[in-house]
Each structure stands twice: as C-alpha cells, then as structure tokens.
C-alpha cells in the first residue's frame, strides 16, 4: 500500500514539474496578448491585457509609465499582492542596464548592482532610477471596466483576477517572460 502510495505522490509531482517544462511568455503589447508558449508552439492565449499608460518600448526613467520591451524572468511571486497576485520580473536586465548606464541615467555602482543580481540569479535592485517593481498582475480591487477601455499600469501588465488566477497554473519563478 505504501508503495503504491509513493508511486501516486511521484507521478503527481511529475506531472506538475512536466507542466513547467519548456513554458515561456510572450506578451504582445500592441496586440494586448500573452501567449503561453511551451517551445514555439502556442498553448494558450489571455486576451485584453492592459499595459504602461505611455505604451510600450525602452524605459527612460522611474515613473515614465512605458512597461519595458525585452526578455526577463519572473523572479518572485507575490500571492498576497494589492493587485491580486503580482509576477514581479527581474527588471531592469543587463540590456536595460547597458543602455541606461551609456545614456547617463544610472552610475556605476547600481550598473553593478544590477549585473551582480543578475549574475547569481537574483532580483535586482528594484530602487534604481531606471525604475523597478514591474511585473504582471491582477486588478485586486481596481474596475474592471477601466481595464477593458484604456491600457492604465504604470509599466506592468495587468489582467483581470480571473485571468491572473489562470495564468498562475502556468508560471513560477523562473519562467522566462518576453515583451515585444
């Protein structure tokens, strides 16, 4: 019995970890879309998503309300979130770092602190002057009538609770999140 037990248990975790296997984002800012992606081949779609209040593109600064094109991960996963559940990404990324130290927006100290994070897999720092705390999340207690209409985040990508909730069965941290 026990062993038959132990089989259930090991099969249940095989199937989960299975679900992880290969699973990646792809966030499509002008179409309001995530796609989720096991290899290259689509395996579900959560349509009218909201993003930056500014659109999508490169971030130029803390507070320009832009959600940032590029590849991140997800590197924590808030469950008790005012927005619901909140994906929080490992911006800024070496890219974002590289570009804003040459532009003169961040120094050399935090462009260090920021390839160091990302060197030991870490989230990094999320205080810059490149700005921070982008992920994607729910609506928590905001309309979602104002969601449907207008793109509203301050830079992340916004679903409503349902559809949060729905994704959650997907990702974890770790899982690779690309906006373009």
């Not at 026990?2 to 299975?18: P, Q, T």
């Not at 800012?29 to 995530?34: E, G, M, S, V, Y």
């Not at 130029?60 to 979130?81: F, K, L």
């Not at 979602?144 to 990508?157: D, L, Q, V």
Request: with cysteine; net charge positive.
């Amino acid at each position: 019995m026990l062993r038959i037990y132990l089989l259930l248990i090991c099969s249940f975790y095989a199937l989960n970890a299975f679900a992880y296997d290969n699973i990646w984002l792809l966030i499509d800012t002008r179409a309001l879309k995530i796609e989720v992606k096991k290899g290259e081949q689509t395996i579900d779609t959560i349509d009218g998503i909201a993003i930056g209040q500014s659109g999508a593109g490169q971030k130029t600064h803390r507070g320009d309300n832009i959600t940032p094109y590029g590849e991140y991960r997800i590197g924590w996963v808030g469950q008790r979130s005012s927005f619901h559940k909140f994906f929080g990404l490992n911006y800024p990324s070496i890219q974002d770092a590289d570009n804003g130290f040459r532009r003169g927006i961040i120094d050399q100290f935090t462009y260090g602190n920021i390839i160091n994070a990302h060197r030991y897999n870490q989230v990094p720092p999320q205080n810059t002057a490149l700005g921070g705390r982008i992920g994607i999340h729910g609506l928590g207690n905001a309309s979602e009538k104002i969601h449907r209409t207008m793109n509203w985040t301050h830079g992340c990508i916004a679903l409503t609770n349902n559809q949060i909730d729905h994704l959650s069965r997907w990702v974890d941290t770790g899982t690779l999140v690309k906006i373009k």
